[in-house]
């Protein structure tokens, strides 16, 4: 890819993604292969007005070595520097910069028992951490390919041309391009997601209907005190971002504890180097009670019982058939992209800033209101094509979704 084209991507993350403030500091997340995205990435974090980018390196490989020769002793623990370093984020709030590159499958073959309690037995120790910064800095996740995800996603192309045509589509999707200002837009596209949010939260609906021809059959109420959210956030600093890069979709969190009937999903689902494929999750009185999955049952066991909040959803997506992402028509094998070409759920935690009046509220507040708490956050791919949405308020239907698309025109 030329470098034009990954600066201008970088500086994207930066200033719109992340949205740097002067003088503020950057963690930066990346593997280490992609060192030469990472320098450009750094140097555009200054640019932005960094006054210091520290790098979190990474790589598959070795993580999956330490899950295989580490025993679950040592795994689970977090060593007095480590929780230093989240302690010293709680009071320095730095932009959080996620680049995403592993392989779908990459760790595959890893005892699953064996990381599942690992990351139990760590969760209660970071856990404070995590939420004393919710709301308070930014962060953002973006992706740049890996030569065995470009190979993933493309087997028939020999591995530099599948890494080409990776990076082509990633930047197609984040409107990136030779001859356009792609932060520009980006404010059209926020300024698109909001005219959508202004429409839904109007009707402050009861609950949600979801229904498809493969299986879907499923009802989910909301929190009367929530609303709709869509592209980018504003921290309680009063700092705009966007999280995610791309997005699509359009969400809320659900009341805890209340969806009913059987979600099937449209795509595989990558979760922890492992896929989950063709699985159904039926709910009642808002628990996930029954799973089964065609490929990687025992993945969709390990995450349903990570903890008490795993069975219960934390965030509801909408997200057009006719979108960008899913028009192209390729399966990416990553939730950032994938979850943005059809409508979602989510397993686990629940997002505060779907609450009305979050930024004066406590997480505990959040909690009260209906927010699901969980170690996890997973989305899973439930649109379709024939996928009818319908909200109910006071009993009165309104047509959201039909065919997979928006009912209404914007």
């Known amino acids: 890819m030329k470098k034009t084209l990954m600066r201008k991507y970088a500086r994207l993350i930066a200033r719109t993604g992340a949205n740097i403030q002067k003088g503020q500091a950057v963690k930066l997340y990346v593997a280490v292969d992609q060192f030469e995205f990472a320098t450009i990435m750094v140097d555009e974090?200054?640019?932005?007005?960094?006054?210091?980018?520290?790098?979190?390196?990474?790589?598959?490989?070795?993580?999956?070595?330490?899950?295989?020769?580490?025993?679950?002793?040592?795994?689970?623990?977090?060593?007095?520097?480590?929780?230093?370093?989240?302690?010293?984020?709680?009071?320095?709030?730095?932009?959080?910069?996620?680049?995403?590159?592993?392989?779908?499958?990459?760790?595959?073959?890893?005892?699953?028992?064996?990381?599942?309690?690992?990351?139990?037995?760590?969760?209660?120790?970071?856990?404070?951490?995590?939420?004393?910064?919710?709301?308070?800095?930014?962060?953002?996740?973006?992706?740049?390919?890996?030569?065995?995800?470009?190979?993933?996603?493309?087997?028939?192309?020999?591995?530099?041309?599948?890494?080409?045509?990776?990076?082509?589509?990633?930047?197609?999707?984040?409107?990136?391009?030779?001859?356009?200002?792609?932060?520009?837009?980006?404010?059209?596209?926020?300024?698109?997601?909001?005219?959508?949010?202004?429409?839904?939260?109007?009707?402050?609906?009861d609950y949600l209907e979801y229904k498809s021809s493969n299986?879907?059959?499923?009802?989910?109420?909301?929190?009367?005190?929530?609303?709709?959210?869509?592209?980018?956030?504003?921290?309680?600093?009063?700092?705009?971002?966007?999280?995610?890069?791309?997005?699509?979709?359009?969400?809320?969190?659900?009341?805890?504890?209340?969806?009913e009937g059987t979600v099937v999903s449209t795509k595989p689902l990558s979760y922890e180097g492992q896929l989950i494929d063709n699985f159904s999750i039926t709910f009642e009185n808002g628990k996930a009670v029954k799973w089964v999955a065609e490929k990687g049952q025992s993945v969709l066991d390990k995450m349903l019982t990570m903890d008490e909040g795993a069975t219960m959803l934390g965030e509801v997506?909408?997200?057009?058939?006719?979108?960008?992402?899913?028009?192209?028509?390729?399966?990416?094998?990553?939730?950032?992209?994938d979850e943005n070409a059809s409508c979602h759920i989510a397993l686990g935690r629940g997002y505060n800033d779907c609450i009305d009046g979050y930024l004066e509220k406590t997480n505990e507040e959040c909690l009260a209101l209906g927010v699901n708490d969980s170690m996890i956050h997973v989305d899973f791919m439930i649109g379709s094509d024939d996928m009818s949405i319908t909200g109910y308020k006071n009993g009165e239907a309104v047509k959201i979704f039909e065919n997979g698309n928006w009912a209404k025109q914007f």
């Not at 890494?163 to 409107?175: D, H, N, P, Y």
């Not at 709709?228 to 969190?253: A, D, H, L, R, S």
């Not at 979108?323 to 990416?332: A, Q, T």
């Open 45 to 205: 974090c200054y640019k932005a007005g960094a006054a210091k980018v520290e790098l979190e390196w990474d790589f598959q490989p070795i993580t999956k070595l330490h899950y295989r020769h580490q025993s679950l002793k040592n795994l689970s623990k977090v060593s007095k520097w480590q929780e230093e370093k989240l302690k010293a984020m709680t009071e320095e709030l730095p932009c959080r910069i996620h680049i995403i590159s592993d392989d779908p499958d990459g760790l595959k073959g890893i005892n699953q028992e064996k990381m599942q309690k690992a990351q139990q037995a760590r969760y209660p120790i970071i856990k404070p951490y995590r939420d004393a910064i919710e709301s308070c800095h930014q962060w953002t996740i973006a992706a740049v390919p890996s030569e065995k995800w470009a190979k993933k996603v493309f087997p028939e192309l020999r591995t530099s041309a599948a890494v080409e045509k990776l990076w082509q589509e990633i930047l197609a999707s984040v409107r990136v391009s030779d001859n356009n200002d792609p932060e520009k837009e980006w404010e059209t596209h926020n300024k698109n997601f909001k005219q959508r949010c202004e429409w839904l939260n109007s009707y402050k609906f």
């Open 317 to 337: 997506a909408l997200i057009p058939v006719d979108s960008p992402i899913n028009n192209s028509g390729i399966l990416f094998y990553e939730t950032l992209f």
């Open 215 to 259: 299986g879907t059959d499923f009802r989910v109420w909301l929190i009367p005190e929530g609303h709709w959210c869509g592209g980018g956030e504003t921290t309680k600093q009063g700092v705009y971002y966007n999280p995610n890069m791309p997005t699509e979709e359009i969400f809320t969190t659900p009341m805890k504890g209340k969806a």
